[in-house]
C-alpha cells in the first residue's frame, strides 16, 4: 500500500460533513471513495463524470478546508471516475464497533480505504515484553468519540513513521489513552517482528536517563532510545517541570524524527497547557498529529459493557448493561471496575445478575464515582440557582455585571474542584477560550483577597455541588 495514508483524515472529514448536511444532501452527493494519495493530493473515487464536476463545484473547497482543519496540512482532492460497485451511505459513520468486530463487517466494496481500515488482520499477536497483549484494536470498542484516533492509530500501526509522526493521544485518566497507544505497538510488532519497539511510561524514560547519568552509561542510554524504529512514551505530562530530562527527550525526538522513526505519546491534557514544559519540546510533540480521547457516550458505554461482559464469559441483560451505563459515565476504567466487582460478587455469593442485585451491588460504587466526578452541568446548575441567572446567560455571550460575576464564579469552581482543563471548562461556557478561563479564575482570586463573604459564599456553593452530584 502506499505510504501516504491520508484515508483517516478522509473519514473523519465525511463523518463531519455527514452531521453537517441533510441525510439527503450527504446520502446523495456522497457515494465516494477514498483511492489513494500521494504527498499533497487524495485521490476520490466517484461514479462518474457528472459527479466529479458537480462535487469539484460545490464540495471540493469544503472539503479541502475540512481536511486542513483536521490534518493541519493543505491537502487536495482529485477526483477520479471510476464506476461504482456498490453504493455506499452515511451509516457506516456512526454506531460503535470494534475494528475487528465481525458482525460489524463492513459491506464488502472495492474500496482500498475499508479494507485497510475496518477489515479483520490477519496477524498473530506476538508478546512484546513491554505491552500489555490485552491492549490491541480487537479489543478497542471504537465509537464517535475514538473513531478519528482509532483509525489514525491503525494507519501508523501499518506505516509507521509516515504520514502521523509524531501522534500525541490525549485526554483523561481511563480514556484508552494507554490502551491506543499499545494496540499500535502490538500491531506493528505483530506485522513485523524485526520492528525495534520500545514502549515506556515517561516515568521509566526518567527513571533509565537518571541511572544511566549515576552510572555514567550516558552513550548507552542514548544508542538505546535513538536506534529504535517506534518510541511508545506514555503519560508524557510527567516530564513537566523536568528541565534537564526536557533537553534529553528533544534530542531524542529530533534524532528519531530526521530518521523517520514512529513516536507516539499519551499525555492527560493537550501539550499547550503543560505550564513547565519548554517551549521547543512542545511544538515538537505538538508537530504532528494531536487526536483528543473524550468520554465514550452512552451508546459507547452501552457497546463497552457487553463486549467487556464477553471477555469475562458472562451473559448480561440489557436492562443490567443499560443501568450500568446510564449511572457511569465517566470513563471505561470505571466501567471496567464496577463490572468486575459486579461478576466477583455474584459468582461469590452464587446469585444472578439481574437489576436488583446490580443496584446493590454497585451502589457504593456509584456514588464514589458521581463524588469525585463533579461535572461543569453540576457546577453551572448550582450557580445558576445560587444567583438567580440562567444556565444559558451563564454560558452566552451578556457581559452584564451581574451575569459576569457569576459566571467567574462559576468557572474558578470549575477549575477548584474538577480536573477539567482550562480548554475544556472554556468550551462548556459557550465556546470560550482558555485565557478567559484563566482571566476569571485570577479576577476571582483578587476579589477573594479582598472580600471574606466571597469564600463562604463559594464554599457554600460547592458543598451544594457536591450533594447535588451525588443524587
Ligand atoms: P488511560 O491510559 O487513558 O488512563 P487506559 O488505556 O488505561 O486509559 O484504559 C483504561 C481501561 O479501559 C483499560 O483496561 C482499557 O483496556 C479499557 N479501554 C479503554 N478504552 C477502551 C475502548 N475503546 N474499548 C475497550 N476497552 C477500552
Ligand atoms: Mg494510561
Given at each position: 500500500?502506499?505510504?501516504?495514508?491520508?484515508?483517516?483524515?478522509?473519514?473523519?472529514?465525511?463523518?463531519?460533513?455527514?452531521?453537517?448536511?441533510?441525510?439527503q444532501e450527504?446520502?446523495?452527493?456522497?457515494?465516494?471513495?477514498y483511492?489513494?494519495?500521494?504527498?499533497?493530493?487524495?485521490?476520490i473515487?466517484?461514479?462518474?463524470?457528472?459527479?466529479?464536476d458537480?462535487?469539484?463545484?460545490?464540495y471540493?473547497?469544503?472539503?479541502?478546508?475540512?481536511?486542513?482543519?483536521?490534518?493541519?496540512k493543505q491537502?487536495?482532492?482529485?477526483?477520479?471516475?471510476?464506476?461504482?460497485?456498490?453504493?455506499?451511505?452515511?451509516?457506516k459513520?456512526?454506531?460503535?464497533?470494534?475494528?475487528?468486530?465481525?458482525?460489524?463487517?463492513?459491506?464488502?466494496t472495492?474500496?482500498?480505504?475499508?479494507?485497510?481500515?475496518?477489515?479483520?488482520?490477519?496477524?498473530?499477536?506476538v508478546?512484546?515484553?513491554?505491552?500489555?497483549?490485552?491492549h490491541?484494536?480487537e479489543?478497542?470498542?471504537?465509537?464517535?468519540?475514538?473513531?478519528?484516533?482509532?483509525?489514525?492509530?491503525?494507519?501508523?500501526?501499518?506505516?509507521?513513521?509516515?504520514?502521523?509522526?509524531?501522534?500525541?493521544?490525549?485526554?483523561?485518566?481511563?480514556?484508552?489513552?494507554?490502551?491506543?497507544?499499545?494496540?499500535?505497538?502490538?500491531?506493528?510488532?505483530?506485522?513485523?517482528?524485526?520492528?525495534?519497539?520500545?514502549?515506556?511510561?515517561?516515568?521509566?524514560?526518567?527513571?533509565?536517563?537518571?541511572e544511566?547519568?549515576?552510572?555514567q552509561?550516558?552513550?548507552a542510554?542514548?544508542?538505546?532510545?535513538?536506534?529504535?524504529d517506534?518510541?511508545?512514551?506514555?503519560?508524557?505530562?510527567?516530564?513537566?517541570?523536568k528541565?534537564?530530562l526536557?533537553?534529553?527527550?528533544?534530542?531524542t525526538?529530533?534524532?528519531?524524527?530526521?530518521?523517520?522513526?514512529?513516536?507516539?505519546?499519551?499525555?492527560?491534557?493537550?501539550?499547550?497547557?503543560?505550564?513547565?514544559?519548554?517551549?521547543?519540546?512542545r511544538?515538537?510533540f505538538?508537530?504532528?498529529?494531536?487526536?483528543?480521547?473524550?468520554?465514550?457516550?452512552?451508546e459507547?458505554?452501552?457497546?463497552?459493557i457487553?463486549?467487556?461482559?464477553?471477555?469475562?464469559?458472562?451473559?448480561?441483560?440489557?436492562?443490567?448493561?443499560?443501568?450500568?451505563?446510564?449511572?457511569?459515565?465517566?470513563?471505561?476504567?470505571?466501567?471496567e471496575?464496577?463490572l468486575?466487582?459486579?461478576?466477583?460478587?455474584?459468582?461469590l455469593?452464587?446469585k444472578?445478575?439481574?437489576l436488583?442485585?446490580?443496584?446493590?451491588?454497585?451502589?457504593?460504587?456509584?456514588?464514589?464515582i458521581?463524588?469525585?466526578?463533579v461535572?461543569?452541568?453540576?457546577i453551572i446548575?448550582?450557580?445558576s440557582?445560587?444567583?438567580?441567572?440562567?444556565?444559558?446567560?451563564?454560558?452566552?455571550?451578556?457581559?452584564?455585571?451581574?451575569?459576569?460575576?457569576?459566571?467567574?464564579?462559576?468557572m474558578?469552581?470549575?477549575?477548584?474542584?474538577?480536573?477539567?482543563?482550562?480548554?475544556?471548562?472554556?468550551?462548556?461556557?459557550?465556546?470560550?477560550?482558555?485565557t478567559?478561563?484563566?482571566h476569571?479564575?485570577?479576577?476571582?482570586?483578587?476579589?477573594?483577597?479582598?472580600?471574606?463573604?466571597?469564600?463562604i459564599?463559594?464554599?457554600k456553593?460547592?458543598?451544594?455541588i457536591?450533594?447535588?452530584?451525588?443524587?
Amino acid at each position: 500500500m502506499d505510504a501516504w495514508d491520508y484515508s483517516p483524515f478522509w473519514i473523519e472529514a465525511m463523518k463531519q460533513l455527514a452531521e453537517e448536511l441533510s441525510e439527503q444532501e450527504f446520502s446523495m452527493w456522497f457515494s465516494i471513495d477514498y483511492d489513494s494519495a500521494t504527498q499533497n493530493t487524495i485521490n476520490i473515487r466517484v461514479p462518474s463524470a457528472f459527479f466529479r464536476d458537480q462535487l469539484a463545484k460545490n464540495y471540493q473547497a469544503r472539503i479541502e478546508k475540512k481536511l486542513y482543519e483536521i490534518s493541519g496540512k493543505q491537502l487536495s482532492i482529485d477526483f477520479v471516475v471510476v464506476k461504482p460497485a456498490t453504493d455506499e451511505n452515511a451509516a457506516k459513520y456512526h454506531s460503535p464497533k470494534t475494528l475487528d468486530s465481525s458482525q460489524d463487517e463492513p459491506r464488502k466494496t472495492n474500496s482500498q480505504s475499508d479494507k485497510n481500515l475496518i477489515a479483520k488482520e490477519p496477524t498473530q499477536p506476538v508478546k512484546h515484553p513491554q505491552m500489555n497483549l490485552n491492549h490491541t484494536f480487537e479489543n478497542y470498542v471504537i465509537g464517535e468519540n475514538n473513531s478519528f484516533a482509532a483509525n489514525a492509530a491503525l494507519a501508523i500501526a501499518k506505516n509507521p513513521g509516515k504520514a502521523y509522526n509524531p501522534f500525541l493521544v490525549y485526554g483523561g485518566v481511563g480514556l484508552g489513552k494507554t490502551h491506543l497507544m499499545q494496540a499500535i505497538g502490538n500491531r506493528a510488532f505483530g506485522l513485523n517482528q524485526k520492528l525495534k519497539i520500545i514502549c515506556v511510561s515517561a516515568e521509566t524514560f526518567t527513571n533509565d536517563f537518571i541511572e544511566a547519568l549515576n552510572a555514567q552509561k550516558l552513550s548507552a542510554f542514548k544508542n538505546r532510545y535513538r536506534s529504535v524504529d517506534m518510541l511508545l512514551i506514555d503519560d508524557i505530562h510527567f516530564f513537566d517541570k523536568k528541565e534537564s530530562l526536557q533537553e534529553e527527550v528533544f534530542y531524542t525526538f529530533n534524532a528519531l524524527y530526521d530518521a523517520g522513526k514512529q513516536m507516539v505519546f499519551t499525555c492527560d491534557r493537550p501539550a499547550s497547557e503543560l505550564k513547565n514544559l519548554n517551549d521547543r519540546l512542545r511544538s515538537r510533540f505538538e508537530r504532528g498529529i494531536k487526536v483528543d480521547l473524550q468520554p465514550p457516550s452512552y451508546e459507547m458505554r452501552f457497546a463497552i459493557i457487553k463486549r467487556k461482559a464477553e471477555g469475562l464469559n458472562t451473559t448480561i441483560s440489557d436492562d443490567v448493561i443499560d443501568f450500568i451505563a446510564r449511572n457511569i459515565s465517566t470513563n471505561i476504567r470505571d466501567i471496567e471496575s464496577a463490572l468486575t466487582t459486579l461478576v466477583a460478587f455474584t459468582e461469590l455469593s452464587n446469585k444472578k445478575i439481574d437489576l436488583k442485585t446490580t443496584e446493590q451491588v454497585l451502589k457504593d460504587s456509584i456514588n464514589q464515582i458521581k463524588h469525585s466526578n463533579v461535572t461543569i452541568d453540576h457546577i453551572i446548575r448550582a450557580i445558576s440557582d445560587h444567583f438567580r441567572v440562567s444556565s444559558n446567560d451563564l454560558k452566552g455571550k451578556k457581559r452584564n455585571k451581574n451575569i459576569v460575576f457569576p459566571r467567574q464564579v462559576a468557572m474558578f469552581i470549575a477549575r477548584d474542584i474538577t480536573e477539567y482543563s482550562t480548554t475544556e471548562i472554556g468550551l462548556e461556557f459557550g465556546g470560550r477560550d482558555h485565557t478567559t478561563v484563566m482571566h476569571s479564575c485570577q479576577k476571582t482570586e483578587e476579589r477573594l483577597k479582598i472580600d471574606p463573604t466571597l469564600d463562604i459564599t463559594i464554599q457554600k456553593i460547592i458543598q451544594v455541588i457536591k450533594d447535588g452530584s451525588k443524587a
